[in-house]
């Protein structure tokens, strides 16, 4: 079973719309819990840490359930500008492990 | 920008060729860790490096060899190049407490095989 499960997608969202994706982990003992965002060919860039609480960063809303051992992140209102690849990462001992990521392209 | 800086940005090898990669750490961070990440694939954790002394390891072969100075920069070499060797190479500096950090990725060094 891999460390990070992600469905690769990809997510066509028209704009303005809402999309929510997680995925799902295998490590129990996981301490930290990411979203990173990359675009096409680019590095991959922090988009938000995931809390056992939830948090919200303007649009963009992460949720943890240690229970189930899944993530989740859900965009609001969904701007051309955040066409991209979402990658769920989780910190497994001294590393970080990431999902494939969800491809999301928003189409005007 | 993360501050974290990498070169080269591109690379073509023969396989069987040798190769070095660099990477300068954001200011004030003492852990750096290297990523292969292939084409439709999430990074896959290859090392890390802290205060100069190897902290962990991936599923990768000892051809796979790294390096990190007093200054915190660092170097990841590859012996033997192979064909499926070709990726996108991150490199993530973070600083290391009692706890877990951000990593910050430089923007890579894309290496073709061929």
């Known amino acids: 079973r891999k460390e990070v499960e992600q469905d690769p997608g990809p997510f066509n969202v028209p704009e303005g719309a809402t999309v929510a994706f997680n995925c799902t982990y295998s490590?129990?003992?996981?301490?930290?819990f990411f979203w990173y965002r990359q675009d096409c060919r680019k590095e991959p860039k922090l988009l938000m840490s995931?809390?056992?609480s939830g948090n919200e960063d303007g649009r963009f809303t992460a949720q943890l359930n240690r229970a189930s051992q899944y993530i989740s992140l859900l965009i609001r209102d969904s701007k051309l500008s955040d066409s991209a690849t979402y990658l769920c990462?989780?910190?497994?001992?001294?590393?970080?492990?990431f999902g494939k990521g969800n491809q999301v392209v928003v189409i005007p | 920008e993360t501050g974290v800086t990498q070169s080269p940005t591109h690379l073509i090898k023969t396989r069987g060729q040798q190769v070095t990669l660099r990477c300068s750490s954001q200011s004030g961070h003492n852990t750096v860790s290297w990523y292969q990440q292939a084409l439709g694939q999430g990074p896959q954790f290859i090392f890390q490096?802290?205060?100069?002394?190897?902290?962990g390891r991936g599923n990768f072969p000892p051809r796979f060899s790294g390096l990190q100075f007093p200054n915190y920069s660092s170097e990841l070499n590859v012996n033997a190049l192979e064909l499926d060797d070709s990726a996108l190479y991150l490199c993530?500096?973070?600083?290391?407490?009692?706890?877990?950090?951000?990593?910050?990725f430089g923007q890579g060094t894309r290496l073709t095989v061929v």
């Open positions: 995931v809390y056992s």
């Open positions: 993530a500096s973070s600083y290391k407490t009692g706890g877990v950090t951000e990593a910050f």
């Open positions: 490096y802290y205060r100069e002394e190897e902290n």
């Open positions: 990462v989780v910190n497994v001992e001294r590393r970080l492990a």
């Open positions: 490590n129990s003992a996981s301490q930290s």
